[in-house]
């Protein structure tokens, strides 16, 4: 099976990307390609001019998934420097507390995943991927379990962490509200197998906050991606 074909796109340093598209149609196998989880058969993937695998070796990419993937016997502070001991550097955990308390997490560095709630968990994971120090994260779904209220809310706060940090990240969702909110730009897929069908720069003003869900200028951007995912182009 072939999931990805005639895929050629460049994000450049510091932009957020968003990529929107029907489920199965290949998100993921693209994700996975850039993060070196998944060679290519054909064509090539180049990370600030490394491989996949240099940069991931590196520990320059970070990923974010719809499942927090957290250790249930170790900490949210634990959880968050487990990735740098992995990767060889040192757990830094005055720096990891304050990467918790930036994702909203201050006093909650002793507690396990058991006792937090499906959007903390998702910061926590966040925080980790922060942690790391990569300068891209690859951010798949991360907010597709939450409810309605939470999700709203873990867009704006991962707006307001982008704009502190000021990553590059590649992030994939389902949701077109969502995709406005939170990217410079965004890349429409169809499959399988995943082509670039359309892309959009999305003109919002920043810093965005709750108060863009009520702007005229947010109903828009949503209403013309909304008619470019549904074809009419």
Not at 27 to 40: D, H, M, S, V
Request: glycine fraction near 10%; hydrophobic fraction near 40%.
């Amino acid at each position: 099976m072939t999931a990805l074909r005639e895929f050629d796109v460049s994000v450049e340093e510091g932009e957020f990307v968003t990529v929107i598209g029907p489920s199965g149609c290949g998100k993921t196998t693209i994700l996975r390609a850039l993060g070196g989880l998944q060679e290519p058969t054909t064509g090539t993937v180049s990370i600030g001019g490394a491989s996949p695998a240099t940069a991931r070796s590196n520990a320059n990419i970070g990923f974010v998934f719809q499942d927090h993937a957290l250790l249930p016997w170790k900490t949210a502070l634990d959880n968050v420097t487990f990735l740098r001991e992995m990767a060889g550097k040192p757990a830094a955990t005055e720096q990891a507390r304050e990467v918790l308390s930036t994702v909203g997490l201050e006093g909650f560095a002793d507690a396990h995943p058991a006792a937090l709630s499906g959007g903390m968990k998702q910061r926590v994971a966040i925080a980790r991927a922060l942690h790391l120090g990569a300068d891209v994260l690859l951010m798949d779904e991360p907010f597709g379990e939450l409810d309605e209220l939470t999700r709203e809310e873990m867009s704006v706060e991962i707006r307001r962490i982008w704009r502190d940090y000021r990553k590059t990240v590649v992030f994939v969702t389902h949701s077109i509200p969502e995709a406005v909110l939170l990217g410079d730009r965004c890349l429409g897929i169809e499959g399988p197998p995943a082509t670039l069908a359309w892309e959009r720069e999305i003109e919002l003003p920043r810093p965005r906050d709750q108060q863009v869900f009520e702007s005229t200028a947010f109903q828009e951007e949503v209403a013309a991606v909304r008619r470019l995912f549904h074809g009419d182009r």
